[in-house]
């Protein structure tokens, strides 16, 4: 099965067809940033992007991507002359993570919210990050990070 994750063609030599794309990634291809948590599409923790769309990796089978462009936490700045994301610089400046497990969900949402909705508000932002749970309760960093991040890509940054 061969896959585009993070602007590389991968061929994964497995017979893994039938299994969910998170568990290629990471047992096979050994990314750690999409995280299990639920199993279930519930947490976000697992997000990655597909075809620049937030989807939940435990919901997809991986032979459905084959033909599709997946970006994961750790190819997300690709292209960035940091290797960051404009969503990666204000969580750190914001030191949004606190237990940190949610945070691929957070981020890799995020970042596919403001480059679908560059006129995002606020009330956009709260609905699109609602479906990213995270139990220590930082959302108010988080809030912040993303309303900073998005001004620095209106910006141009």
Request: charged share 15%; glycine share 10%.
């Amino acid at each position: 099965m061969k896959l585009n994750v993070n602007g590389t063609d991968v061929e994964i030599l497995a017979n893994m067809a039938g299994d969910r794309l998170l568990w290629v990634l990471r047992d096979h291809l050994a990314l750690n940033g999409p995280k299990y948590g639920c199993g279930v599409g519930a947490c976000g923790a697992c997000t990655v992007q597909i075809d620049g769309e937030a989807q939940r990796s435990c919901l997809v089978i991986a032979q459905d991507a084959t033909s599709k462009i997946i970006v994961t936490l750790e190819g997300l700045g690709n292209g960035t002359a940091d290797g960051l994301h404009p969503v990666q610089k204000a969580w750190i400046e914001a030191s949004v993570p606190q237990c940190g497990y949610c945070q691929n969900g957070q981020i890799m949402t995020a970042a596919a919210l403001l480059a679908a909705n560059p006129v995002a508000t606020p009330d956009d932002i709260a609905t699109a990050m609602d479906s990213v749970l995270c139990r220590c309760g930082t959302h108010v960093r988080i809030k912040a990070a993303i309303i900073k991040a998005h001004e620095a890509m209106k910006a141009g940054g």
